[in-house]
């Protein structure tokens, strides 16, 4: 036998075993994402199913709270923000439909996208979507908010 043969041999085996094995896949694009199976509602779903898209829109909405607060970021450690604000003043990408444990449709973003093991996760955004101001909602204020 020569010599580094064997050596030679190991390394083309490791080589061709890399370029052999198959790729991890993710998934098509989807409207909606389920922990077990798939969504409930199609893609172009128009409203939830215990909401009415018919009901009056606009008005009054007046909340109580109990004691004080100290700040209007609903995020602080420290101090105290109003019951609530968080839930009507920021938009997340994905919300929760209350008749489907574990499922997350687009709010802000219009697809996402994972793998099987879900260790990532990619979003696009709604080219519609804005921020309080009127621009258009980036990739970059979505990085800036989670981090």
């Known amino acids: 036998m020569r010599p580094g043969f064997l050596g030679r041999f190991v390394w083309h085996v490791a080589c ?49 709270e109990a004691g004080g607060f100290d700040s209007l970021n609903p995020y602080i450690l420290k ?34 996208e994972t793998d099987e093991s879900r260790s990532w996760v990619e979003f696009t955004l709604l080219p519609e979507a804005r921020l309080s101001d009127g621009s258009p909602v980036t990739v970059e204020a979505v990085m800036w908010s989670y981090e």
């Open 16 to 64: 061709a075993a890399i370029l052999l094995a198959p790729l991890p896949v993710g998934a098509e694009p989807a409207h909606g994402i389920a922990m077990y199976g798939k969504p409930a509602l199609p893609p172009d779903f128009v409203s939830l199913p215990y909401a009415n898209p018919d009901a009056p829109k606009g008005g009054r909405i007046i909340f109580g």
């Open 79 to 112: 101090g105290s923000a109003p019951w609530g604000l968080g839930l009507h003043t920021v938009e997340s990408l994905m919300a929760r439909s209350i008749d489907e444990p574990f499922t997350l449709y687009g709010l802000l973003a219009e697809s996402v």
